[in-house]
């Protein structure tokens, strides 16, 4: 069955912090997603990328950065964590090209103190 | 501001009624998703819908799309204590997926 996996449910962080969040699917899937969702909105996308080594901007980048050496890992940096930045994290992926559907994760729960 | 709206914000129905949500969008689509998102979960994905496509059915779930109107429906037939959860549709906008905030059902039993 198709998996993303992050690495962590919970994580506390305390305001200035380099914060890395891991993704890992197992489907060889050439797409790779992270979005942030809080309440009442729809999901908002960080970061996205299409390729290994290849990334591109989201709807809201500002003070995240995203890196993908390897096919099946994406991970999401926060450059100097701020309260702001406090979320429920998603990361997904999907095959291919024609936008099909995303597989997610469980979500990391990001508190920054 | 968003592709894809849904509505109502919130259900409640009795296990055993149908659940209806709509989502309305603002731009031509080449496809429709509906997700599911239990709490503190991912999203699911439970159907795809093409623009030159009217309805489709997955077990108990029926989706309708009226690109004329610029809307898609989800119907829950039968509902489950199971089923509560967030539903929500996405569209292509751009290069990218765009995702609505969702329906909450809460499905009472």
């Known amino acids: 069955d198709v998996k993303v996996t992050q690495s962590s449910r919970y994580l506390v962080k305390r305001t200035g912090e380099k914060v890395f969040l891991e993704c890992v699917q197992d489907?060889?899937?050439?797409?790779m997603f992270w979005y942030r969702q809080d309440p009442g909105l729809g999901l908002r996308l960080i970061y996205f990328s299409y390729d290994v080594k290849m990334k591109e901007k989201g709807d809201i980048p500002e003070g995240y950065s995203v890196s993908r050496e390897k096919k099946e890992r994406f991970s999401l940096i926060l450059e100097s964590a701020s309260t702001n930045q406090t979320s429920m994290y998603l990361c997904?992926?999907?095959?291919?090209?024609?936008?099909?559907?995303?597989?997610f994760g469980d979500g990391t729960r990001l508190s920054i103190l | 501001s968003q592709q894809g709206e849904e509505d109502p914000q919130a259900l409640s129905i009795q296990e055993g009624e149908n659940a209806t949500m709509n989502c309305s969008y603002k731009t031509s689509i080449n496809n429709l998703q509906w997700y599911r998102q239990n709490s503190g979960r991912g999203l699911v994905h439970l159907i795809l819908?093409?623009?030159?496509?009217r309805e489709k059915h997955s077990g108990r779930l029926r989706v309708t799309l009226d690109t004329s109107k610029k809307s898609s429906s989800l119907l829950i037939t039968a509902s489950r204590a199971a089923d509560t959860a967030s539903y929500c549709c996405a569209t292509v906008y751009g290069n990218k997926l765009v995702f609505g905030a969702g329906t909450i059902l809460r499905v009472k039993s």
């Open positions: 819908i093409r623009s030159n496509e």
């Open positions: 997904a992926s999907s095959p291919g090209q024609g936008f099909q559907p995303q597989h």
């Open positions: 489907m060889d899937h050439e797409n």
